[in-house]
């Protein structure tokens, strides 16, 4: 025996509405909840990046981790920056902190690229990929314990330095 899905005409409706809406959104998009994620680590500085794009007009925040200080004391300095833009077919024009001065960059399924301005003057590709923010603090949870086991290991080594110094200043006494 054959059973048929009884479906009322308002359920039909919907049902060709979601179809048709689910064969217009991109595949790059269509299991994405949130913001996009892109992630790019270089060996003192982590850059994510979280966006949300829609009917053309982006906005997002750049999250920047670089490593700071001397051994034995390096640290983590986290900086974020707002930014509002456009996407025209995936060309992307950002704005970043209010500033007029635009950043130009591409972005698709895998990747995001951007011509950041150098002091200089000059250009330099910035190109992250796609990620989660769950990969994003992983990273950020593992180069904390590293800089603190660094840390430690140098102040060790400080500590015993010292302690060197003494006894051949006391040897020498």
């Known amino acids: ?30 299991n994405a909840a949130g913001p996009h994620c892109y992630l790019v680590t270089y060996r003192t500085e982590v850059v994510f990046i979280e966006l949300t794009a829609s009917n053309g007009k982006v906005v997002g925040v750049w999250y920047d981790n ?5 051994l034995p004391s390096l640290y983590v300095n986290s900086e974020s920056t707002d930014f509002v833009g456009r996407d025209s077919s995936g060309q992307l ?28 003057g000059s250009l330099s590709t910035v190109k992250l990929s796609k990620s989660s923010v769950a990969a994003y603090d992983q990273i950020l949870a593992k180069w ?7 840390n430690g290991t140098a102040a060790a080594a400080a500590k015993k330095t010292a302690q060197l110094l003494n006894q051949l200043n006391a040897a020498i006494k």
Do not use: Y
């Open 144 to 150: 904390h314990q590293e800089i603190s086991a660094a």
């Open 93 to 120: 024009t950002l704005f970043f902190g209010g500033s007029s001065s635009a950043v130009f960059g591409s972005i698709n399924a895998d990747s995001l690229s951007l011509q950041m301005p150098q002091s200089d």
């Open 1 to 30: 025996m054959t059973r048929f899905l009884k479906v009322r005409p308002l359920h039909a409706s919907l049902l060709v509405a979601v179809t048709v809406l689910a064969a217009l959104v991109p595949a790059s998009m269509a």
């Open 66 to 70: 670089t490593l700071s200080g001397a």
